[in-house]
Nanobody, 113 residues
Framework: QVQLVESGGGLVQLGGALRLPCAVS????????MAWYRQPPGKQRELVAA???????NYADSVKGRFTILRDNANNTVYLQMNNLKPEDTAVYYC???????WGQGTLVTVSS
């Protein structure tokens, strides 16, 4: 009954911004390290950002300075704030619970030039 639900995806222009929430249920969210991955069309899934239970973060080089991962333990939600979006950011974005090894179903982000 563990479930991760991503939302907030959509079509944006170059330079735009999106905030993706991932709502987690059926898990002890506060002790779980969380991550965001993405899979561009025709490409392999890759790590975008990660956050530990203590709030330590790391990012892929391609998104440093543009994306921010945040967690709200009171609401069992992890967010990916994406700023200054580029066409190469187009992908299905997945939330991942590193503690339980559970994936969300993904949300599509499309960035037009």
């Amino acid at each position: 009954q563990v479930q991760l639900v991503e939302s907030g995806g959509g079509l944006v222009q170059l330079g735009g911004a999106l905030r993706l929430p991932c709502a987690v249920s059926g898990s002890i969210f506060s002790i779980a390290a969380m991550a965001w991955y993405r899979q561009p069309p025709g490409k392999q899934r890759e790590l975008v950002a990660a956050i530990t239970s203590g709030g330590s973060t790391n990012y892929a080089d391609s998104v440093k300075g543009r994306f921010t991962i945040l967690r709200d333990n009171a609401n069992n939600t992890v967010y990916l704030q994406m700023n200054n979006l580029k066409p190469e950011d187009t992908a299905v974005y997945y939330c991942y619970d590193r503690y339980l090894a559970v994936w969300g179903q993904g949300t599509l982000v499309t960035v037009s030039s």
